[in-house]
Structures are given as C-alpha cells and as structure tokens.
C-alpha cells in the first residue's frame, strides 16, 4: 500500500494484465470510475469504483480543490497542488494517442454511470433463450449457430442510453433519498397519458404531473421525484416490433411466420426480438428466421459509386422490365452475396424469352381447345410421350413447391428454367406434327393439347410469384373450366396428380433421349455436309445391341417421330459395339415430300397432286 501525495489514507498496489512492460514505467494509476480495465480491475478487488465527475466533465466536491473545475482543465491546477507537496521531481509533455469523439474530434472522457440493465442470468433469461432458439427453423442453417455462440457469450444487456430524444424509461426517482420508483398504477397513468399525448409527454410535462395524485415515496415517504433522463436502447424499440405488429392486430397471428433480414442482425434485430419475447412471452418471437447476403458487382466487389460499379434497380425495370429485375432476384442464392451485371442480366433475359416464347407457342396451339369440352382423361392419355410429359411435370411441380418451402428461390428458377428448356428441345419439338397437320378434334391432337394445357396452367402459376406480370399476361389468355379464377393469384398453387407419374416410362425415355441426342448430332453433321435439307429429307438407319437394341424395337413405331425424321430403319449388330452400342447413319429419303406436312412418304403423289394418307385422313 502507498500514501496518497494529496489526500489522506493509503492506496493499494495491484497486479494488472493490461499494464504492459513496453508501455511506460509498470507502475500506473488506476481509476476504477473511469476505464474498462480498471473498472473490471477495480471490481476484481473490491475497490470503491469511483468517478467524481459530473455530467458536464466538472469535477464534484469529491475532490477538494478541484470542485467545479473541468477535467481537461484541471493538469495545471494538480501539478502544482503537488509541487506545493514536494511530490513532484519533473513535468515534462509528450504527444501519444488518445481516443476523440467521431463527430465532434474532441477528447473523449470514460466514465462510469448508473445504468439499466436487463440480467441474461436472473430468471434463467439465457438458458431460455438458447432453448427457444432451438424451436426456430433458421435458413441458413448456419444462422442458429451464430445466433448461439452470440447468445451464450453476451453480457448483461444494458438498454440504457443517454440522448435527448427517444422512447423514455418511465422511472422516477425520489429526491429525499434517491430510490426509483415505478408501480403499477404509474405505469397505467403513463399509457393513458402516452396514448392521449404521444411519448413525447414524458419530456415536455413536469415529474409532479406524471405521477398519480398524491404519490409518495415507498421508502422515506417523501414527495418530491425527479425523472430518469435516460431512454430505451433503440434495439429495444426494434426488439418489441413483434408485440405491436402481430399482437395488435386481430386479423394476424400472435406470432411472426417469419423474419428476414441480413445476416449482421444475429447480433441485431433477431438477438433483441428474441430477448424481449423469451422474457415476456416465454418463447421465441418467430417461426422462421432467414437471413440473406448483400449485393456485389459481377466480379463480387462491393458496389461503390465512387468505383462507378452500382447499378440501379430503376435502370433495369427500364431498361428490361420489372420481371427481369424480379428473375435476377429469384435467380441469385441470396444465402450468399448477390452478383449483378450487365452480363447477368444479359443471360436472364436469354431465360426468360425461353419461358415467354415456350407459353406463347403453347396458347398458340390452345386457340381451338376447351377443357370442359376437349380435355382428355389423365387415365385416357396413352401416347408415351404425352405421359412422359406429364411425368417430368409432375416432379418439376414436386422439385418447385419444395423449393419454395425452403425459401430456396434460386432453385425455383433453375428447375423451371430446365423444365420449359427440355420442354422445347424435346416435347414441343415432336409435337409440332401432330398439332400443326393432325385433324382438329383427333384424339391424338386431344391428348396433346390436354398435356400442354396442364403443364402452362401449373407452370404459371409456379412462375407467378416470380415473373407475376409475365404469369398475369399469360392467364388472362390460358383457356380454363369454368369458373376460371380472374387472376392467377386467385388460383390455386398446382399440385402433383398421383395418375402423372409413370417411373416406368420415366427410365425409357431416359434412354430413347440419349439416343436422340446421337441422332440430332448425325443430323447436323448431315446438314453441314449437304446431304440433306430438313430433317424430314431424312432416312435413318439405326445400328443397335443389347439393352439399347431391345428398347427400339419396343418402341420402333415411334422412332421417325422421336427423331423428328420421314424413314427409320432398324438393324441389329452392324457398326454397333459394346463400346457404342448404337450407331446411327443418315441418308436421304428418296419418296416424294407431302405438300402439307413435309412428310416423305411413298404413297404421295410424285407430281404432288396428292398428299400422304395421315394428312388424307385429317382432310376428309
């Protein structure tokens, strides 16, 4: 222990981990008052933690000599109080870093004050708010271990803050002795008050006007009170959102199906939401909680207008169209950050016109169908690309409707890009004969037209929370039974018929597209070399083995319209091999080509007086 140099009684020399050896001579002051080292320091060894400064910086009469004097002020006045002393051997000034008000750039004074605090520890406050956490589902995943670690390592939350305006901590605090006080029957004069006058009544009325008439203090019973200064923390205010928008409204339930913010308000909006409800509620504010990245440029560098490397969401809508600006969001894992550039949005725009032309070509071969009146049976359709059709349909409207469940947006897109992609390269593709030359009411046409009914009417309304001025446009013409929704918000999301899937089929066709694949590359190589026009100038022979070899033969019928071709001819072994076992060779188709459908057959009229008996059949 050492004497004091100004002030009676001794003071105590302690061990200190932030006192370092590079940094001055060991031996420091320490004011438990006035910095966090020493006040955790002061706490650890039960010192007084004074700080006998005012709130205007001023000394108080805890200090003798110096009462009033400012802080800043007062090195001259101490120094020589201790030459007065003897106690001083030398005054020398040196310049070193001192932390300054980020506004204002003055110096910065620490002290301690009295602050509110809400405990983590009394009443179990974070042991429940670790278990409510659990009952949270948190996309990502990731997010509850953040909000975890968070939760386990804070301190006591201090929500006290002194600035001259905000929502007030209604205490009051009795002059005579000092206590606070509150009380039920304040708290429901202040709501009427507040509710009548606005919170702003708390600053502009006097303490006297606030109080019940003829409130006394509890402990010494005197009658004079003062109000606390000091407002709630603002995330606080943000933390109680739950209680004024669910619960005040009769209309929602009294708990939030969801919160999406970033991912910094695991530390923010989702901590001071979930401590606030798990303290008054006794559970977790919210069902779900998703968190979500920020936007970067296409090179993944923060946007900045002084880089000049922002985009505006106003340039695209007018540029584009809303839709396209709404693609790229679903488009984007928002779990992670989100890129855009001109070139993303170049691509979107490629995906979308895919979407756009595949509906617009389907409501062009729709003009003559009407579900009440033309739709076929699901259990009636028999054609096996027709039920192939409305298996993948089936597990696109499986893949979609899961997607969305999980928030998983970005899937959303890819799946519907894919399904309408392999719709148009594949489905569509074959179908256009039998749209385009069939007899209006075959029953083939029917089937066809059925298929492609169903899947536009459910891929829009996938789609319409996505591209919902493009799924609008598209309902408004999409023939449906009466009574038709008026819009496509009004409908129902689709669900997956039980009598669309066909596993069986589904591993088929599997195979028949890999050979078409085969087929649609001889074709090109054809096309290049001249050998043949269209693909209806086409004959093919098909070289099969084994497995591949049976599977044709199962469905040899349906191989010229598979590959989209006039002949296709069968045969086993030839240049086929277990290597590659099928092998396919184009030629051209020497019959004559039917005016109508393009068509070579031979039973068309070689000076094109006639047609071939399919479109013979569609005319009569």
């Known amino acids: 222990k050492t004497r004091h140099p100004l002030f009676p009684g001794k003071s105590v020399l302690l061990p200190a981990r932030h006192v370092t050896l590079d940094q001055g001579t060991g031996l420091v002051h320490t004011a438990p008052g006035h910095g966090r080292e020493d006040y955790e ?61 980020w506004r204002c750039k003055k110096p910065v004074v620490f002290r301690a004050t009295p602050q509110w605090f809400i405990s983590m520890e009394e009443g179990d406050l974070r042991k429940k708010s670790l278990e409510a956490i659990d009952s949270v589902k948190w996309i990502p995943a990731r997010g509850r271990e953040r909000i975890r670690g968070m939760v386990e390592n804070r301190p006591d939350w201090c929500v006290s803050r002194q600035r001259t305006w905000g929502v007030p901590i209604t205490i009051f605090f009795c002059e005579t002795c000092g206590e606070w006080f509150y009380s039920r029957e304040l708290r429901d004069r202040l709501f009427e008050l507040f509710r009548e006058k606005g919170a702003d009544v708390w600053f502009e009325a006097d303490a006297k006007d606030l109080l019940p008439p003829g409130q006394t203090c509890p402990r010494c019973g005197g009658d004079r009170f003062k109000k606390e200064t000091d407002i709630l923390d603002v995330w606080f205010d943000s933390g109680a959102s739950f209680a004024a928008v669910t619960e ?35 559970r977790a504010p919210y069902r779900e909680v998703v968190t979500h990245g920020y936007v970067v440029d296409g090179n993944g560098k923060k946007m900045s207008k002084s880089l000049g490397n922002t985009i505006e969401p106003g340039e695209i809508i007018k540029k584009h169209g809303a839709d396209i600006l709404r693609l790229w969001v679903a488009s984007e894992n928002y779990r992670d950050d989100v ?14 016109f895919n979407f756009r032309n595949t509906a617009r070509f389907i409501l062009g071969n729709l003009g003559d169908f009407d579900p009440d009146r033309d739709r076929v049976p699901v259990g009636d359709i028999a054609d096996p690309f027709d039920l192939h059709a409305l298996d ?43 749209l385009y030359t069939f007899k209006a009411s075959d029953p083939a046409r029917r089937s066809s037209q059925t298929v492609i009914w169903t899947i536009l009417s459910a ?54 597209t890999a050979i078409r694949s085969l087929a649609n590359k001889a074709l090109e190589e054809a096309r290049r070399a001249k050998t043949i026009g269209s693909s209806l100038d086409a004959k093919l022979l098909v070289e099969a083995r084994g497995d591949a070899l049976e599977l044709l033969r199962k469905r040899e019928k349906l191989l010229p319209e598979l590959f989209i071709v006039s002949k296709v001819e069968l045969a086993e072994g030839g240049k086929a091999s277990p290597e590659e076992p099928v092998v396919i060779t184009v030629g051209e188709c020497e019959d004559p080509k039917c005016p109508r459908c393009w068509n070579r057959r031979p039973e068309v009229p070689r000076d094109g007086s006639g047609v071939c008996d399919k479109c013979r059949k569609a005319l009569s």
């Open 41 to 101: 320091l002061g706490l650890a060894n039960n010192l007084e933690i004074f700080s006998p400064l005012d709130d205007e910086a001023r000394f108080t009469d805890a200090v003798p000599g110096l009462a009033g004097t400012k802080v800043l002020e007062a090195n001259g006045t101490v120094i020589e109080l201790l030459k007065e002393k003897g106690a001083i051997l030398g005054v020398e000034k040196l310049s070193h870093q001192y932390p300054h008000c």
């Open 248 to 282: 005040d409204r009769d209309y929602l339930p009294d708990l939030a199906d969801m919160y999406l913010e970033g991912s910094d308000q695991h530390r923010g909006w989702f901590h001071s939401s979930l401590l606030l409800s798990v303290a008054n509620r006794g």
């Open 339 to 352: 890129r855009v550039s001109g070139t993303i949005m170049d691509m979107l725009v490629k995906a979308y």
């Open 392 to 434: 993948a349909l089936a597990a696109t409207v499986k893949a979609v409707k899961a997607s969305y469940d999980e928030y998983a947006f970005h899937d959303v897109y890819h799946g519907m890009n894919n399904h309408f992609g392999n719709l148009s390269s594949f489905y569509l593709d074959i179908l256009k004969d039998r």
């Open 459 to 512: 891929a829009t309304r996938l789609m319409a929370p996505i591209l919902s001025f493009t799924a609008e446009e598209i309902w408004s013409h999409l023939p449906e039974t009466s009574p038709k929704p008026e819009s496509v918000f009004l409908a129902p999301f689709p669900e997956a018929d039980p009598l669309w899937e066909n596993p069986k089929l589904r591993g088929e066709m599997e195979s028949l």
